[in-house]
């Protein structure tokens, strides 16, 4: 489903280059559960920013579904990334004036596929447990329940993969290891789930760990 042959990032800091991704390749398959760790600074949301079509690479080479990113043009690309791909951002992202609703409904106004709108929010609603929530404005949500409602806002329009950049870094241990669950449950339904942690607790529930470490991947972690 995800290949990636020798990526690397360069940015450039006023005179400088700054390398943050160095020669990565590893490939994910359909339905799999995968942890990126590393610590901070060490280049695995520059990789999840590239995985979700968010960012290009300088270097290397990456595939979906068997066809080259860089082949595809712009427009393309975006409906690709609209429809293929859910986010989950460890600030959730959510409009906090909207409702539950409001928010999760924001990736249904872009899609095109041919989707119920009110059956399939209130399905996600159901899968993260919060049916009781519908017209609740988001600022009046915790923390893990904002979470929950990114989760679904992810997950509303079907996509085949999930990446989430630390899904659970702003949570405490008992919410986090809720998240964890609706992202097992997500995995157990066929979805590929790509968690970007630095939590070794998080991770070693995932079936693959790949370590990020200077840019680089770690020896034996791919």
């Known amino acids: 489903m995800i290949r ?35 610590k901070s600074g060490s280049g695995k949301s520059t990789l999840l920013n590239i995985l979700g079509l968010l960012d290009k690479q300088t270097d290397g080479d990456y595939y979906i579904d068997g066809k080259k990113v860089s082949s595809i043009p712009e427009r393309e690309k975006a409906k690709l990334r609209n429809s293929h791909i859910g986010f989950v951002m460890q600030d959730f992202a959510l409009v906090e004036k909207y ?5 999760i409904n924001i990736p249904l106004i872009y899609t095109d596929k041919p989707i119920n709108k009110e059956k ?4 996600v609603l159901k899968s993260v447990g919060l049916s009781d929530k519908t017209n609740t404005p988001a600022y009046k949500l915790s923390g893990g329940q904002k979470q929950r409602v990114a989760i679904a806002r992810a997950v509303v329009n079907e ?56 840019g680089e991947i770690a020896k034996g972690t791919n």
């Open 4 to 38: 990636l042959d020798n990526i690397s990032k360069t940015f450039r800091d006023g005179d400088t280059q700054v390398q943050a991704l160095k020669n990565i390749s590893f490939e994910v398959n359909k339905g799999e559960l995968v942890a990126i760790i590393g």
């Open 120 to 123: 399939a929010i209130n399905d």
């Open 159 to 214: 996509p085949q993969i999930i990446l989430a950049d630390e899904p659970t870094g702003a949570l405490d241990s008992m919410t986090a290891d809720e998240i964890m669950q609706i992202f097992e449950r997500l995995n157990m339904s066929g979805k590929t789930v790509i968690i970007v942690t630095h939590d070794k607790d998080i991770a070693a529930r995932c079936k693959r760990v790949i370590e990020i470490s200077d």
């Open 99 to 103: 409702t539950v609703k409001q928010n």
